[in-house]
């Protein structure tokens, strides 16, 4: 089986998690998805993202039309109150709000009426899929986010473990145009093996863009901070020249 780890130290690694700048993957506005639940959680978390040497943070709270029916002005509203929050606490990093939108009837008819999407720079669109079954139009819906002029970043494509019986899914969807965007998390078998395996083997496809913390609570942050081998593989990954977080 594919891995990237070695026995290698960690002594001499150039700089971890804080080489990536940047992480574009997180549910940091307290109160409107299934991540942190209040201020002081939301604080507390990005504090430990800043420790990790984290100096940009884009937050991306869950949009969905069943369970998460987020809008703009719910999400960047949240923003600013965190914002003012970390200005008080002088907690030294930036916070960007843009969302992780699945890719669901909702989205569909949103994009349809031109309802403009939060992005985390420029075009460029978090996109996540059901765990349980994959979308049945979703080289279209993909096709269709590009027609509007955005760049679609498939969220964790290692954790849809139906990918896994027909790798196959992975060439189609990379053909189509679409980044993907990997958890650091994945790497440690934090979600199962099977999703560790799936990283890895797109790690071995060099079908990645952005490696992200997805981070919900205080368990994801602990899982970072206490893994020893994260850091080397991030830098690992930056030296390959393909991560893209530090652009953002």
């Known amino acids: ?31 409107i998805d299934d991540g942190s639940p209040d201020l002081d959680t939301s604080l507390r978390l990005i504090r430990g993202l ?14 969905n039309a069943d369970i998460f029916p987020n809008t703009p002005d719910v999400i960047l509203s949240g923003c600013r109150a965190v914002e003012t929050a970390l200005r008080e606490q002088q907690i030294d990093v930036s916070l960007h709000a843009a969302a992780e939108y699945l890719l669901d009837d909702g989205f569909s008819r949103a994009l ?19 765990f349980a079954v994959p979308a049945i139009n979703l080289k279209d819906m993909l096709f269709q986010l ?19 019986a027909n790798k196959g899914w992975y ?3 990379r053909e189509t145009g679409c980044l993907f965007q990997l958890n650091l998390l994945s790497f440690i078998g934090y979600y199962g093996r099977d999703a560790k395996r799936l990283a890895d083997y797109l790690v071995k496809k060099r079908y990645f863009d952005f490696l992200g913390t997805d981070l919900h609570h205080q368990r994801h942050l602990d899982a970072l901070r206490s893994s020893g081998r994260l850091p080397q593989l991030v830098d690992r990954l930056l030296g390959t020249g393909l ?6």
């Open 1 to 31: 089986m594919f891995s990237f780890f070695t026995s290698r130290s960690r002594e001499g690694r150039s700089g971890g998690f804080a080489g990536l700048q940047c992480d574009l993957h997180s549910h940091l506005i307290p109160g």
């Open 50 to 63: 800043a420790e990790l040497g984290y100096k940009k943070l884009i937050t991306t709270p869950h949009v």
């Open 171 to 173: 060439d189609t969807i």
């Open 146 to 164: 590009q027609l509007k002029g955005y760049q679609p970043i498939l969220a964790h494509p290692e954790r849809y473990l139906y990918f896994g």
């Open 243 to 248: 991560i893209q977080n530090p652009r953002l």
């Open 112 to 130: 349809a009426d031109g309802t403009p999407l939060l992005t985390l720079k420029d075009n460029l669109v978090l996109v996540e899929l059901s």
